[in-house]
Structures are given as C-alpha cells and as structure tokens.
C-alpha cells in the first residue's frame, strides 16, 4: 500500500499512525528508534506496530523507562515463583531488590534463583546467603573485565505463562561502560569498532532473528557514551538483518520534537528511505 506524500501531510496524527500500520500489515519489519528517553514517546505511537506473527521487531536505545518494565516484570515472576498468589514479606524486600540486581535482569536466571529460594526456609539468613553468592560471582567477572551482557527473552519460560501481562515481550541488552571506547568517522555508515562488542553482537543478532515469531520489543539501555547507538547501528547494518527484514527503518528523536514529525520520518523509513 502507498501512501500519498500529499495524503501524509494533510492528515492527523491518527490517520498518520493508521497509515503507518498499514504499509506494515503482514511485512516482516525491522524499526529502530534512537533515542528514546521517554514512556509517552512510546505510547503516542505503539499503536502503528502491528504485530504480523512473523518476527517482526522493534529496536530501541537509551530506554530507561524499559529497562524499569523489566525490573518491575521480573519481580513479579520473582514472587509469583516462590510466594504463588501471596507477595513478597516486607522484611526481605530489600534483599529481593538486590538479588534481582545480581540476577543480571535476566528472566531465566530469576526463576532459577527464584525456583531455589521457593525449597528453602524463608528467612533473612537463606536469603543473603544466596545474595552473597550472586554478589561474588558478578564480582569475579567485573574484575575479569569479561564484558557484562545482560540479556533477558520474557517470553522464554513456561514458568511465566500464568502471569498477567499485556505488555509486549521485552528484552534487554545492557553494555558494560569499562569496554566502550568509540570514535566517529562521519558519513550516514559509520566505521563501527567491534572490540569488546562481538559476543553482545553476534547473542543479539542470533536471538533478533531466531526467536519467537511475536513481535518483540528489544532495548539497548545503559549510560550516556557507552556504544548503544554504535551497537544498534551495527545491527541495523549487518547482512544478516537486511535480508531478514523488509522494511527497515530507523528513526533518531532529537531532544525537541513533536508526534506528528517522529510519524512522517517512520512513513519515510518504511517506505524506502531506510533512516531518518
């Protein structure tokens, strides 16, 4: 389906949005979006991505507030593995924030720490000795230097399948900054450096295009500086994405920008102007 130039600049911002899941209706799609900082960014637009059943994805960058999704996500599957129905007791909040931490964000490795807990006394000692354990061993690895890649695929486990959620699958990859060390050459395809990035490239890229057929939300999230939009560009550019996905489109938010102008350069991504 086209779509006018002149139809896109005489409609609002719903007809926009309507246009845009249309011209994606059945396509196996790649979106990037760079830079977004902010939920309702997210929700002014979610509803032009229309989920194909087909592994179409959607790519994003600086999402703090996705990062919060997968850290508030996990944490109910935290409780609802142990503590079924019930929550978890006041007293072992605390702990249980920081065994999430040490767990890496990752779903798999919540349950199986989660699953553990649930055969053991419920007690603070119990707790902080598996608290400690986790803090040790994400201790050796930092002073390794080994890079810290955080990868979490919600939909992975049947253990979450009775948790009520309407959110779409997320998953997280968060860079450790003790590896980024960058330079920009210029041009629209930057010489992007891959040392200390492969094994973060290489998982993300095998799990962008191997896994579920539900579209998923994936997030590069961390600092300011550390390589997300050098990661994400990488991706966008390697063989292996363009000849999986069709269209691809990516689209940078600037600090000030209106729904109207993050909808046109979508429309102008996805029908053959790649990024914008």
Request: aromatic letters at 8%.
């Amino acid at each position: 389906m086209m779509i006018p130039s002149c139809c896109c600049l005489t409609s609002s911002d719903e007809q926009l949005c309507r246009y845009l899941s249309k011209l994606l209706e059945g396509k196996r799609y790649l979106v990037v979006i760079d830079n977004l900082i902010c939920a309702i960014t997210w929700s002014q637009i979610k509803s032009s991505f229309p989920d194909n059943k087909n592994g179409s994805r959607l790519l994003f960058t600086n999402s703090s507030f996705i990062e919060n999704t997968i850290v508030n996500f996990n944490g109910k599957m935290f409780d609802h593995v142990i503590f079924g129905e019930g929550s978890c007791p006041q007293e072992l909040e605390i702990v249980k924030l920081d065994i999430l931490y040490y767990s890496g964000g990752s779903p798999q490795a919540v349950i199986m720490v989660a699953k553990y807990l649930s055969t053991i006394d419920q007690t603070m000692d119990n707790w902080l000795k598996v608290h400690r354990c986790l803090k040790d061993n994400v201790d050796t690895v930092l002073k390794d230097r080994i890079p810290s890649i955080i990868l979490a695929l919600l939909e992975a486990s049947e253990d979450i399948d009775t948790i009520d959620t309407e959110e779409t699958p997320l998953y997280s990859v968060k860079i450790d900054p003790t590896i980024s060390s960058h330079h920009k050459t210029g041009g629209e395809k930057e010489n992007i450096p891959s040392v200390g990035f492969e094994e973060c490239f290489e998982r993300l890229l095998s799990d962008l295009v191997q896994s579920s057929p539900q579209i998923q939300i994936l997030a590069i999230v961390g600092m300011a500086g550390i390589g997300k939009t050098t990661l994400a560009k990488r991706i966008f550019y390697s063989p292996c994405v363009s000849n999986h996905f069709h269209p691809r489109a990516w689209v940078k938010i600037s600090q000030v920008y209106c729904r109207r102008d993050l909808l046109l350069k979508l429309l102008l991504g996805v029908r053959g102007k790649g990024r914008c």
